[in-house]
C-alpha cells in the first residue's frame, strides 16, 4: 500500500500504463470513455484491496483469540465472531485514513474522504461474506445421546 499511495499510485501514472494495455488490445481509446474506465479500476482496486486487507486482519484476530471451547465444539463461534468482524473493519478504516492523510502530503496525489468510504465499504463487504461464507451450514452440532 505504500507503493500505491506514493506518486507512482497517481492517476497520471496509473493512466499510462492502462492507455498503452488499452492501444494494444482495442487500438486508440475515445477520452471520456478511458477516463470513465480508468476512474472505475481504480475505485474498484480501492474497494477490493482494503476488503483484502480486511479479511487478513480478520483472520489475524481470529488466529489469535480464538475460544478453546469453540475449537472443540467446533461451532458457529469457531469460525466467526462479531468481535472478529469489528476488528476488520476498524483496522481496514484506520488504514485507509491514515493513507488518504500520506496523501495528502504528497503533491500529485489527493486525500479524499471519499476513498476511506470506498476502502471501508469494501471491508464491511468481505466480513458480511466471510460471515456467510463461514456460518451456513455451521450451527451449533446437534448432541447426540447413547443408544441404549
Known amino acids: 500500500m505504500a ?3 506514493s506518486d507512482l499510485g497517481s492517476s497520471d501514472h496509473t493512466g499510462i500504463i492502462l492507455r498503452k494495455i488499452w492501444s ?12 470513465f474506465v480508468h476512474h472505475l479500476i481504480r475505485k474498484t482496486g480501492h474497494f477490493c484491496g482494503y476488503a483484502i486487507l480486511s479479511w487478513l486482519i480478520f483472520r489475524a484476530v481470529r488466529a489469535t483469540w480464538r475460544n478453546r471451547q469453540a475449537v472443540v465444539a467446533r461451532g458457529r463461534e469457531y469460525f466467526w465472531q462479531l468481535r472478529w468482524a469489528i476488528f476488520g473493519i476498524l483496522g481496514t478504516a484506520v488504514t485507509a485514513s491514515l493513507d488518504e492523510f500520506h496523501q495528502s502530503f504528497n503533491p500529485n496525489r489527493t486525500g479524499r474522504w471519499q476513498d476511506v468510504v470506498i476502502d471501508s465499504s469494501g471491508a464491511l463487504a468481505m466480513q458480511v461474506l466471510l460471515y456467510f461464507v463461514t456460518t451456513i451450514g455451521r450451527g ?4 447426540r445421546e447413547a443408544e441404549a
Request: proline share 11%.
Open 140 to 143: 451449533k452440532p446437534a448432541i
Open 3 to 5: 507503493l500505491e499511495s
Open 24 to 35: 494494444v488490445l482495442l487500438g486508440a481509446p475515445d477520452e471520456e470513455t478511458f477516463e
